[in-house]
């Protein structure tokens, strides 16, 4: 879907001074409140994807992945928590009741009258962030609907200028990174901070400006390491892979002028979105600026991720690890995720994405953040490289949180493993990609009853089943997003088998 770039990552000296002041209410909230299960808060969500527009809107359904951050409704199993959640357009009645009717141990009416909804009945191809602050009458119901400012805070999917903007209108402060720290979070600065955090990365180069910059990157690169085939090529600001190409070295010269040859063959990049264009990705690539590093070969490869929180005081937390499912023509493309990672690597990566979080929490940042890797097996064992740090929720955050809200467990940060109460293990698949011309026109409705009639929910008793998200874009675009849960990683992929089929049989999906 080509890249994606961070919108409103300007703002004016003033507000970020005021952000800064603001933000230092965050942590004595965070210390009084956030551990205690029935102090009174409020938590607004703004859900809004703050990236590029026009590149978003080749992701089908993409107005609907708002809709992700509909786990965190979930809060309400906390019976004095006030959530105001806020969308582009009106969520369905029957999404909202989908997910109060999974709350554990909360009657859904008690929860439905401490959630606060507000739209801004506009689908129009903007960040919802943007569409807040061009709307001042639906900004003050906001406000006037926040019980206590001073036990509020504000959460996203990604913070950029456009948040902040929001968090001052609010008078509330954000739980996430100050977008004047988001660059460190971009392809050249993830490089950077690996470096600093003493992890390993590819060989390759960053902040690179135009394609003359790339050609020559590429050139020294082949020029270091003369048995590399390819190479990838990234624009600092791509998103879930779709900024990426592949460089193919294979008939360079072996003498001569390399950087010439690899200049002449710059325009046959094979890019990762089908609609990138060698002309779009110059200009992307000068407006952004990228990078360049080794293609990771070897004969069995994985892309697993760690999750981590930096906490409002400035501690680092490890959330989870993942074994991201990978899609595309080079297998860039993020489509799921199994968690946890496999158990040969697990605490590797965790231990990795702490150092690397250690290294951003002294620079500042706060909020959650993903690190991901490209690990090889070889004779001595799995060899892990770094290769890009997410300084926002990502797309294991949503599933991850269900599961933690579901189960009302806790992660095992010693072994890795997520327990629920009774100290049992659960393993999950997820995606968001569950996708197929035949399941459009199902409605919520026909999806509750196609989930009650097979047996393919959520059961509190055993902990285990199936919960859906991103329902609302079944019906236009046939695209749905599951969460699969078992007690073990083969009953959380017969679970994932068990769903498609259903939903195959019941929409004549079968040929």
């Known amino acids: 879907?080509?890249?994606?770039?961070?919108?409103?990552?300007?703002?004016?000296?003033?507000?970020?001074?005021?952000?800064?002041?603001?933000?230092?209410?965050?942590?004595?909230?965070?210390?009084?409140?956030?551990?205690?299960?029935?102090?009174?808060r409020t938590v607004v969500v703004v859900p809004?994807?703050?990236?590029?527009?026009?590149?978003?809107?080749?992701?089908?359904?993409?107005?609907?992945?708002?809709?992700?951050?509909l786990c965190l409704l979930l809060l309400l199993r906390l019976p004095r928590t006030e959530l105001v959640f806020l969308t582009s357009k009106p969520v369905p009645e029957t999404i909202i009741d989908y997910y109060l009717h999974m709350l554990p141990g909360i009657p859904a009416q008690h929860a439905r009258r401490r959630l606060k909804l507000f739209s801004c009945h506009d689908g129009s191809a903007m960040a919802l962030s943007e569409k807040l602050l061009a709307r001042p009458r639906l900004l003050e119901r906001i406000r006037q609907a926040i019980s206590d400012p001073a036990r509020t805070h504000m959460t996203c999917f990604n913070v950029t200028a456009l948040e902040r903007r929001l968090a001052l209108a609010f008078d509330i402060?954000?739980?996430?990174?100050?977008?004047?720290?988001?660059?460190?979070?971009?392809?050249?600065?993830?490089?950077?901070?690996?470096?600093?955090?003493?992890?390993?990365?590819?060989?390759?180069?960053?902040?690179?400006?135009?394609?003359?910059?790339?050609?020559e990157a590429l050139a020294a690169l082949k020029g270091r390491l003369p048995g590399l085939e390819r190479a990838v090529v990234k624009l600092n600001e791509g998103f879930s892979g779709e900024g990426n190409a592949v460089f193919d070295f294979r008939g360079a010269p072996e003498s001569g002028n390399v950087g010439k040859w690899v200049g002449e063959q710059l325009p046959s990049l094979r890019f990762e979105s089908p609609e990138m264009t060698w002309e779009l990705y110059q200009e992307k690539l000068m407006s952004m600026a990228g990078i360049v590093e080794a293609f990771v070969e070897g004969g069995e490869r994985r892309s697993p991720s760690a999750q981590v929180r930096i906490d409002p005081l400035g501690k680092v937390h490890a959330i989870s690890t993942h074994d991201q499912v990978l899609g595309g023509p080079n297998a860039q493309i993020f489509l799921g995720s199994r968690f946890p990672a496999d158990a040969a690597y697990r605490l590797e990566i965790q231990e990795q994405g702490m150092r690397v979080a250690e290294a951003l929490a002294a620079k500042g940042v706060r909020g959650r953040l993903g690190v991901d890797f490209i690990s090889v097996r070889g004779a001595a064992g799995w060899r892990h490289m770094a290769i890009e740090v997410n300084l926002r929720k990502g797309g294991t955050t949503h599933t991850f949180d269900m599961l933690h809200f579901l189960t009302d467990?806790?992660?095992?940060?010693?072994?890795?493993?997520?327990?629920?109460?009774?100290?049992?293990?659960?393993?999950?698949?997820?995606?968001?990609?569950?996708?197929?011309?035949?399941?459009?026109?199902?409605?919520?409705?026909?999806?509750?009853?196609?989930?009650?009639?097979?047996?393919l929910h959520f059961h509190q008793t055993t902990q285990e089943g199936v919960a859906f998200h991103l329902v609302g874009a079944l019906s236009e675009f046939g695209k749905l997003g599951i969460l699969c849960i078992g007690k073990t990683p083969e009953r959380a992929e017969e679970l994932r088998r068990r769903t498609v089929d259903v939903l195959d049989q019941e929409t004549g999906n079968c040929g």
């Open 1 to 40: 879907h080509g890249e994606v770039r961070v919108l409103g990552t300007s703002g004016t000296g003033d507000d970020a001074a005021a952000f800064r002041a603001l933000q230092d209410r965050l942590g004595p909230m965070y210390r009084d409140i956030f551990f205690d299960d029935n102090a009174p």
């Open 173 to 215: 402060p954000l739980y996430g990174c100050d977008p004047d720290l988001i660059e460190l979070g971009s392809k050249s600065g993830s490089r950077k901070i690996f470096r600093e955090a003493g992890v390993e990365l590819p060989d390759g180069s960053e902040d690179l400006r135009d394609a003359q910059d790339v050609a």
């Open 48 to 69: 809004s994807l703050s990236l590029d527009q026009e590149v978003l809107g080749k992701i089908s359904g993409v107005h609907h992945y708002e809709e992700r951050m």
């Open 409 to 455: 467990g806790r992660y095992d940060r010693e072994r890795g493993l997520f327990l629920t109460q009774q100290d049992e293990a659960r393993y999950y698949y997820a995606s968001d990609n569950l996708e197929a011309e035949a399941y459009r026109g199902l409605t919520p409705s026909d999806l509750i009853d196609i989930a009650a009639l097979n047996r």
